[in-house]
């Protein structure tokens, strides 16, 4: 088993190795929505950039083609941003949402 941390929500879960990161937030009701994304998002497609996340611990995959295409604006200001609907969960990580 793997650990997610959630900063802001302060809160710590335990995950399979390949879990999405998305999916293990909702299953476990912490919110990484921000405002009316909570129920206007594209539900994991890498559609909407609403999921955005910063890993501030832990290895990740680099972003992949979604990421890159839908995060390209914001990267100039924030080069840390991740997708959390993008992101498979292979280690122990410290995650922080609405970002
Ligand atoms: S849920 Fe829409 S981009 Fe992740």
């Known amino acids: 088993m793997l650990t997610l941390h959630f900063e802001k929500q ?10 999405n990161l ?14 009316i994304f909570k129920i206007l998002n594209c539900r994991g497609r890498g559609l909407c950039s609403s ?6 611990s832990g290895n990740v995959a ?16 924030n080069p840390n941003l991740r997708l959390a609907c993008q992101i498979k969960v292979e280690d122990n ?5 609405h970002v």
């Open 10 to 19: 302060n809160r710590t879960i335990e995950v399979e190795p390949g879990t």
């Open 22 to 35: 998305r999916e293990a937030a909702i299953a476990n009701k912490i919110g990484i929505y921000q405002h």
């Open 51 to 56: 999921c955005r996340v910063e890993i501030t």
């Open 62 to 77: 680099p972003r992949n083609e979604v990421e890159e295409n839908n995060l390209k604006k914001a990267l100039t200001k």
């Open 93 to 97: 990580l410290v995650v922080r949402s």
